[in-house]
């Protein structure tokens, strides 16, 4: 067994008087896709953005790589290796997939001392990326508008490996697309999780999560009911674990079995 | 994943070159020079627009759209508003005016220091957005009223008046107002009097000097901000960055991109073209007013407009908002020429700025695919 790469530990968020985590602990092991499951207002979204920097933990630990880390802001996250795809805020529709790809991190070329944007780089290094991905552009200069969501999605992932990430933290990549596009994003986390890369897969359809997930934790109401291997746990057993256990089995009864 | 680009070769068409083109953001700025140049050229040819002077004439109100059109495209591709360049033109003049004049700085001091402050207002402004979070919009017509104010107060309290002339004197032999009032190429007009390209005035002390007598250095600075406007926005990693903290400011950040400081700094910089705006004005016409540059902000953000960005950031060109400029300039002075009433050039003004936006708002549903 590999090192874990990330290890949250005991990690706490108060907002002021609402406990938004109430300690949770999770190792992320590199190569791996680990999902975490939760329903709306679990705590989800807080616990990704304590990892990518956003929220400074109330208390415990983040162990990057063996040593301690504390972020000060999500640029320290991502020159770390920790980036975040987030589902709306992926990408800009109205620029080029090219500018999207480099943003931020714009190649350039020096011109009689000044520098300027090396467009041909950055349209041949998007055009093979995305024939990788399996995502056929008319051209770089395509605006991302014309993408499907799911494409974006695959484009966002692509960037932030190709910019060196050994976490990828995906927030809810697949909850605003369809079947096929679903299949799409999920198959993009299964080439990148070959490369070594540690995927965080942040998701409440346990459906996608068993589709691509080495484990799985459920956080519900600010804490962690643990973390399952695959194999170990069932779907109906995350199902339920999200929803908070008895709940959802009288709901389930009143509709048949269909949730 | 194979099924997927399987899926995009057959749904995706293939983009005709007239969509392609249609894409491109100065298509408007460009139908629109194409359709005003052959207006007046069939209706006003001989009405002396295209006479050596008259071309200088329209040049030059197309120069000084240019210069604020420049900031205003960048700002708005930015996705911001300054309605504060007409106040900041008032002012900016103002100040080199009571400086000179008031207090008997050198020329050279006067403008440098204008620069400085009006550069630190419109920093402010930036700062102001985007610590607060607020519209540009609200935040800088503020800026517009409190601007307007001290351009008459400042004059009135010192002066005990709101027209400060005597600047063209104050000017003379001064290293730095040339390079805002002067002319070049003096020698290559006065050859093309002397050759007879040009007309060269028959009486008067001007005898034998050419109608003509130079490029005022207002084009060679609308020119060069255009240039300098352009390269920047497509050929840097900067201007990557300005179309990025337009187009989504949140995803933007997440990106890396350090927003925060590219607004700021397009505020700082139409703060900087209001000023060289404002010294080449009070340079030309030798003496400051309060009422200048009334409603520049207005027709700086039309020129823009016409000139194919979205008022909602994030795309744009500045070419286009040259050609944009060039319109206006070319007619408003059109009119003039072909003796109609001036009034309807705002009427003009109303119609392109409503087609503009609609031609705009129907191009980016093209980019984006909405529909």
Not at chain 1, 60 to 89: C, H, K, S
Not at chain 1, 235 to 245: I, K, N, S
């Amino acid at each position: 067994m590999t090192d874990p790469i990330i290890r949250m530990k005991g990690i706490e968020k108060h907002f002021g008087s609402v406990i938004a985590l109430a300690g949770v602990t999770v190792d992320f092991y590199p190569g791996e896709c680990h999902c975490l499951l939760g329903d709306n207002g679990a705590g989800k979204s807080t616990f990704i953005k304590t990892m990518s920097g956003v929220h400074k933990p109330t208390k415990g630990t983040i162990e990057f790589e063996g040593q301690a880390m504390n972020f000060a802001d999500p640029r320290d996250a991502i020159a770390a290796g920790i980036a975040t795809v987030y589902q709306d805020l992926a990408m800009i529709p109205l620029m080029s997939v090219s500018r999207n790809f480099f943003m931020g991190n714009e190649p350039t070329k020096k011109i009689a001392g000044i520098s300027f944007f090396d467009h041909e780089h950055a349209n041949e290094v998007t055009m093979s990326e995305m024939r990788a991905m399996g995502i056929n552009l008319r051209g770089p200069d395509q605006a991302v508008g014309t993408l499907s969501g799911g494409e974006r999605q695959t484009v966002a992932i692509a960037r932030a490996v190709h910019f060196g990430a050994k976490v990828l933290i995906l927030d809810e990549p697949t909850s605003a697309l369809g079947v096929r596009q679903t299949a799409n994003v999920l198959a993009t986390v299964d080439k990148v999780r070959k490369q070594g890369i540690a995927v965080v897969f942040i998701t409440h359809n346990v459906r996608h999560a068993m589709a691509v997930g080495d484990r799985f934790t459920v956080l519900n109401r600010g804490k962690t009911f643990g973390t399952a291997e695959r194999g170990e746990i069932t779907p109906e057993e995350l199902q339920d674990m999200m929803a908070g256990g008895e709940e959802l089995a009288t709901l389930e009864g009143s509709l048949g079995g269909t949730v | 994943m194979s099924d997927a680009s399987t899926n995009d070769d057959e749904r995706i068409k293939e983009m005709s070159g007239l969509r392609r083109a249609m894409i491109r953001p100065e298509l408007g700025g460009m139908v629109g020079t194409v359709a005003v140049f052959t207006f007046f050229l069939l209706f006003a040819f001989d009405s002396g627009m295209f006479s050596a002077q008259g071309v200088m004439n329209w040049s030059v109100v197309s120069a000084q759209f240019m210069i604020i059109a420049v900031g205003a495209c960048l700002l708005m591709i930015a996705g911001e508003f300054d309605l504060s360049v007409g106040s900041m033109i008032g002012f900016a003049g103002m100040m080199i005016a009571v400086f000179s004049i008031t207090l008997g700085w050198p020329m050279w001091m006067a403008i440098i220091v204008t620069f400085v402050i009006c550069i630190a207002f419109g920093a402010l402004n930036g700062f102001i957005v985007v610590r607060t979070g607020l519209p540009s919009f609200i935040v800088t017509l503020a800026t517009l009223f409190i601007l307007r104010g001290f351009t008459i107060f400042i004059p009135q309290t010192l002066e005990r008046k709101t027209i400060i002339g005597g600047l063209r004197e104050a000017a003379e032999g001064d290293w730095l107002a040339p390079i805002f009032g002067g002319k070049i190429l003096t020698g290559f007009f006065q050859w093309l009097g002397d050759m007879g390209v040009i007309g060269v005035f028959t009486r008067g002390n001007l005898e034998g000097k050419p109608v003509v007598d130079g490029i005022p250095m207002l084009i060679v600075w609308a020119l060069g901000l255009v240039v300098f406007g352009h390269i920047l926005l497509t050929r840097t990693r900067f201007g990557n960055w300005i179309f990025a903290a337009g187009g989504d400011a949140q995803a933007a950040r997440y990106a890396g991109v350090p927003v925060d400081r590219v607004k700021i700094m397009m505020f700082m910089f139409t703060a900087f073209v209001a000023t060289v705006f404002a010294v080449s004005q009070v340079m030309e016409f030798g003496s400051a007013g309060s009422d200048r540059g009334v409603l520049k902000e207005f027709e700086a953000i039309i020129a823009v407009v016409i000139g194919g960005a979205l008022l909602t950031g994030g795309y744009g060109s500045v070419v286009g908002a040259a050609l944009g400029a060039l319109i206006f300039g070319v007619v408003q002075q059109g009119l003039f020429f072909a003796n109609v009433e001036s009034s309807l050039f705002r009427v003009f003004l109303g119609v392109i700025l409503l087609f503009a936006v609609i031609l705009n708002t129907y191009i980016r549903r093209m980019i984006t695919g909405e529909r």
